[in-house]
């Protein structure tokens, strides 16, 4: 059984679930558990079996495909507050997973079983319109992801993951691997153009670590 704590951290995270009937909520309290991963756990594997709805208290999760030839292309994150579309996707069509997730830092989750998922999506129109909006956002972010892997130059996809991941002084805590992966790229690749932005004053190269110097540049995609 979940401690008063836990349950009162996901509510003010969801505050959809204050809004249940008492019924639905005595539901939700009674079957909720709150799995924690470590950076570097599996939050769940290809193919693996979808057992429960998952909602990302704190933390981050990341969620990709591996290539044949062993490239990660990342599909997108999940941070607090945020839902897992392709754990919908699969509660919703009875299907298991078409890809990976795993936590890029301690991760908090709480996980609602799909027999009570389902009871509250036939029951309960508060929850049903939450699954069905955060889904629709969630496909809408990857069809964006789908045009920048057709068309976008890798510059501006990099530029653009750049000004995602920088913290509020502009720095990106990330190697030149991981923001391959993110990408769809190749480190080689990756370390070219990151060169490349630091003669021209762009960013600034440390290890393990780039500072972003220009952002409007960066965001402009004038970056050729």
């Known amino acids: ?3 008063s704590d836990q349950v009162e951290r996901w509510i003010e995270r969801f505050p959809l679930i204050r809004g249940l009937t008492a019924s639905h909520l005595q539901l939700t309290r009674s079957t909720v558990h709150f799995p924690v991963l470590e950076a570097g756990a599996t939050a769940y594997e290809l193919d693996g079996e979808c057992s429960s709805y998952l909602m990302c208290i704190e933390g981050r999760t990341r969620v990709f495909r591996m290539s044949e030839a ?8 999940v ?51 939450f699954v069905l909006d ?11 992801l ?7 130059p890798m ?16 720095l990106v805590t990330k190697t030149h691997q991981q ?11 990756i370390s070219r153009i990151l060169a490349r932005w630091a003669e021209a004053g762009f960013v600034v190269l440390r290890r393990g670590q780039i500072e972003i110097v220009d952002r409007a540049v960066l965001a402009s995609g004038r970056l050729r």
């Open 146 to 152: 789908v045009d920048e892997i057709a068309f976008a």
């Open 79 to 129: 941070g607090g507050g945020g839902t897992c579309v392709l754990t919908t996707q699969c509660l919703l069509s009875g299907t298991n997973f078409p890809a990976e997730s795993i936590a890029e830092q301690r991760t908090e989750l709480a996980a609602l079983p799909s027999d009570t998922f389902r009871q509250l999506m036939t029951e309960s129109a508060e929850f049903r319109t």
């Open 70 to 77: 062993g490239r990660e292309m990342l599909i997108y994150k």
């Open 155 to 170: 510059e501006q996809r990099l530029a653009r993951r750049l000004l995602v991941e920088a913290d509020p002084h502009g």
């Open 134 to 144: 955060d889904y629709i956002k969630l496909l809408a972010s990857m069809f964006i």
């Open 1 to 3: 059984m979940p401690s």
């Open 179 to 189: 923001l391959a992966s993110d990408v769809g790229s190749v480190r080689e690749v």
